[in-house]
T-cell receptor
Framework: AQKITQTQPGMFVQEKEAVTLDCTYD???????LFWYKQPSSGEMIFLIY??????QNATEGRYSLNFQKARKSANLVISASQLGDSAMYFC?????????????FGKGTKLTVNP | ETGVTQSPTHLIKTRGQQVTLRCSSQ?????VSWYQQALGQGPQFIFQ???????GRGNFPPRFSGLQFPNYSSELNVNALELDDSALYLC???????????FGPGTRLTVL
């Protein structure tokens, strides 16, 4: 079974600084995908970044980058130059096709607070 | 904006009642998944529909059921509501074979 672990229930960062949100995963699949989503208090899951297991380079999307270390089974999200609007819940998720359905397996999330 | 809509936004029901939640799919997305997100937790996969048939289910009892329509919109039905069913219910649509799932804004269900 696939599992996502996020060990930081809450993180605090000063505006304009960088922050790293941790994510480790467990899977027996050779091919898999990892996602990060942002969830503001409104509830909608906002896609941030995707990393495929065979991608040779770490994914980047604007201020977001993914520090992918396959041997360590970690996929940490780095947010550079934090903004007040970055305050939200952040979820790491793994794409799974076990059982025939294409689903996401989520971690418990990290609450990020950006201080002015 | 993902183009996925859900209704209603909020809902209050009492224990034992039945509820229907709705999700409209983004154009071209033939697969819809439903997730339950309890307070303080990550979303949990309920089930998925593809070509109007259930295509995989998570660890949820049969009183959670669904439908998918020819236009790819979907319903989640929950019978005999329990207090623990109080949660945010998210639907996500995707094109089968593509990894990314597009989430709707969710329906907040409160069971009293």
């Amino acid at each position: 079974a696939q599992k996502i672990t996020q060990t930081q229930p809450g993180m605090f960062v000063q505006e304009k600084e960088a922050v790293t949100l941790d994510c480790t995963y467990d899977t027996s699949d050779q091919s898999y995908g990892l996602f990060w989503y942002k969830q503001p208090s409104s509830g909608e899951m906002i896609f941030l970044i995707y990393q495929g297991s065979y991608d040779e380079q770490n994914a980047t999307e604007g201020r977001y980058s993914l520090n992918f270390q396959k041997a360590r089974k970690s996929a940490n999200l780095v947010i550079s130059a934090s903004q007040l609007g970055d305050s939200a819940m952040y979820f790491c998720a793994m794409f799974s096709t076990q059982g025939g359905s294409e689903k996401l397996v989520f971690g418990k999330g990290t609450k990020l607070t950006v201080n002015p | 904006e993902t183009g996925v809509t859900q209704s209603p936004t909020h809902l209050i029901k009492t224990r034992g009642q039945q509820v229907t939640l709705r999700c409209s799919s983004q154009s071209g997305h033939n697969t819809v998944s439903w997730y339950q997100q309890a307070l303080g937790q990550g979303p949990q996969f309920i089930f998925q529909y593809y070509r109007e048939e259930e295509n995989g289910r998570g660890n949820f009892p049969p009183r959670f059921s669904g439908l998918q329509f020819p236009n790819y919109s979907s319903e989640l039905n929950v019978n005999a509501l329990e207090l623990d069913d109080s949660a945010l219910y998210l639907c996500a649509t995707l094109r089968r074979g593509y990894n990314e799932q597009f989430f709707g804004p969710g329906t907040r269900l409160t069971v009293l």
